[in-house]
């Protein structure tokens, strides 16, 4: 305790000293390191400083207002407000003192305090208009409309009308649920001023309210303003949409889509949201005229890549997969540098089943952006190209990269034998499944697919039933492993115990399934159950010549 007296005496001792004798230039050198520190992101050294110089001279406003932004950046809440409060108190004129202090509050989220301190602010500082926006958005926040509504009359009786305060009030009103005075203040400063902006949002909201024609006669008026506005374009289209008064919707819409005013983004968004909005009977009905809308935006910005994906996907919606890849082909050769556009396209023609295509488009990506994930698309492509030893190939390229996980270098063990296997060369696909289920021996998919190749060539059926087990033990409600358990087990001639888990697999999408309705018709037959193999033997066949 001796030792602590000392210290603090001498500290205070030392600090009186100094602010006695110590030169003005040494106060201000130390002064300009602290800002120094601040500017440079040192809060804690700079702190440290000015608590110093505060302590030298506790009448530094300004020292004070630093030491308080140090103590704020660094979380210290309770500090900067003693500090930032003091440099108030000190120079109670400052704007920026007591916006720090607003700083503070939000930081410590004491909404009273910070309202409090805004309306302090606003007494202070009458003309601040971040102030006053800074408090309005307090008010509407807390739900404050009464006193949202005295300010907005204190700021247009000061600034006068504008748009901003006329539409802030209508909303105002809407949130207190007083339409009727909401919708007059509107059209009150409609009828004095001329504002595309007020028009259209008493547009959208005789639109919400199925007045028509008067929110025609909104859109209508606000163009006569402002031809390009565009949520009038867009609010008078949706009035001829909505009213199915169609050749004056499409009309309308071709013209938003060849406007130059209107950015190529937001003629996207409204493509992109026409599958979401549009009944698909009335865009399939007048698919052609649609379709002219998306043309004339793709003309009006042709490589632009907002449009081309919002072209591209809203042929996927229309299930025309080729011509969607066909924009984002253009898409991706634009903007090579673009990963996601890639990966779309390549997506595209995987959805239009180009194999062909899709392989060639995936190495192209694969030597563009060096990202293993392509290789996937390149097997997927390979393997209904049954291009089998392109696959092989690219599993052993992969298997002897040193940069591969474990999981991709599993799959790679899991896809050559899978491609060795439709080659029929059994022998080495048993290899590459040894190698995997080295890897993870527990590897459901290779132990299922050796388990069931091993079952078609009726060879080891005790080790494919260990290894077909494992995969059911683990996903019990697959229908594709269930099929290969119960079909070992037919061959095993547990045939009552096969018809168990292929009833098991009938409830989880055995049925979809030409194969598994095939093996159970087996299994019935063998138990006797003729009537109702027939059946499932008659399914199978339907499912067969539908291409399933």
Known sequence: ?????????????????????????????????????????????????????????????????????SRLYRADIDGALVALGKAAELDPENYWYEYALTLAYRAGGDVSMLTKQYEKMLSNFPEGDGVVYDLLSMYVHSKEYDKALELLDRIETSKGPREQIATTRYQLYRQMGREDEAVASLRRFCEDYSSAECLSILGDYYLEEYNDSLALSCYREALSLDGSYIPAMLGESEVYRTTRRYPEYFRSITAFMDSGEVPAATKGMYVQNLSRSVDPKIIRNRLSDYDSVVAHMVAAHPLDSTVLVAAGSFNYNQERPAEAAEYLRVASETYPESLSLTVLHIQLLQA?????????????????????????????????????????????????????????????????????????????????????????????????????????????????????KKTIEKEPDNATYLDTFAWILHLQGKDLEAKAFFKHAMLYGGKDSAVILEHYATVLEALGENDLAKVYRNQAKRLSNSGQ
């Open 352 to 468: 239009a089943a180009n194999w062909t295509g899709m392989r060639d488009a995936s190495i192209a990506a694969f030597n563009r952006f060096h990202e293993i994930g392509f290789m996937d698309y390149i097997n997927f492509a390979n393997f209904n190209l049954e291009d089998w030893d392109a696959i092989i190939g690219n599993c052993r390229y992969l298997i002897e990269r040193k940069d591969v996980t474990k999981e991709q270098r599993l799959s790679a063990w899991s896809l050559m034998g899978d491609a060795y296997h439709s080659k029929g060369e059994d022998k080495q696909a048993y290899k590459a499944y040894d190698k995997a289920l080295k890897i993870d021996p527990d590897y459901a998919p290779v132990l299922n697919n050796y388990a069931y190749y091993l079952s078609v060539q009726g060879k080891k059926l005790n080790k494919a039933y260990k290894m077909s």
């Open 1 to 69: 305790m001796a030792r602590g007296k000392i210290y603090t005496l001498t500290t205070a001792l030392f600090l009186a000293l100094w602010a006695v004798t110590a030169p003005a230039q040494d106060f201000t050198s130390r002064y300009v390191d602290a800002v120094a520190q601040f500017s440079a992101g040192n809060y804690k050294q700079a702190e440290e400083e000015f608590a110093l110089l505060a302590k030298v001279d506790p009448s530094s406003d300004a020292v004070w207002y630093y030491l308080g932004l």
